[in-house]
């Protein structure tokens, strides 16, 4: 058997193999031995390790892709809504929109209470759904309607709850299948 304190001393790092040439230059982690570097890399390697992993906080650049995902999913949500601009159009007049621009449509807190309205009255999630998407087809030709004879943006939208309210009713006893 060999006497393993025959070999000369390691002058290498664990990691990046580099020969440091004395023993002594070798600083010693978690029982391995490293140069300067890469215990320099590895110290900083933890301390990300502990705000990530420990403490969890987030990377700014992971923040921004997910600011961004959201706005995305933002502005795919918004093109579901009936009266939508893309943005494109949206860019030539800016600041915000008017309120009377806003306000002709089923939004979608209503779509969630309709929707657990009929689950409550025992309809599938399915039927529920379609029976929105009914009503939403419907209150888009009442608006095409009113927009006719109705002139005023403000009067339009009195209207329009008007009958959203009486299609709701009518939804609920069953009506618009
Ligand atoms: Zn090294």
């Not at 440091?20 to 215990?39: E, S, T």
């Amino acid at each position: 058997m060999e006497d393993k304190y025959s070999y000369p001393a390691q002058t290498t790092c664990d990691k990046c193999g580099d020969d440091v040439r004395r023993f002594k230059f070798l600083q010693k982690i978690n029982g391995g031995r490293f140069c300067k570097k890469c215990v320099r890399e590895k110290r900083k390697e933890h301390r990300e390790f502990l705000k990530r992993d420990i403490c969890h906080i987030p990377k700014r650049k992971d923040l921004e892709k997910e600011w961004a995902e959201k706005r995305k999913e933002k502005e795919k949500l918004m093109k579901t809504l009936p009266n939508y601009e893309s943005p494109g159009i949206k860019s030539i007049r800016r600041g915000r929109p008017k309120i009377s621009s806003l306000g002709i449509y089923i939004t979608r807190d209503e779509k969630n209470v309709l929707y657990k309205k009929l689950v409550g009255l025992g309809f599938d999630s399915k039927t529920a759904n379609e029976r929105i998407d009914n009503l939403c087809e419907k209150m888009r030709k009442v608006v095409e309607k009113l927009r006719e004879t109705v002139k005023s943006e403000e009067d339009l939208n009195k209207r329009f709850r008007e009958e959203f309210g009486k299609m709701c009713m009518e939804l609920e006893s069953g009506g618009l299948e």
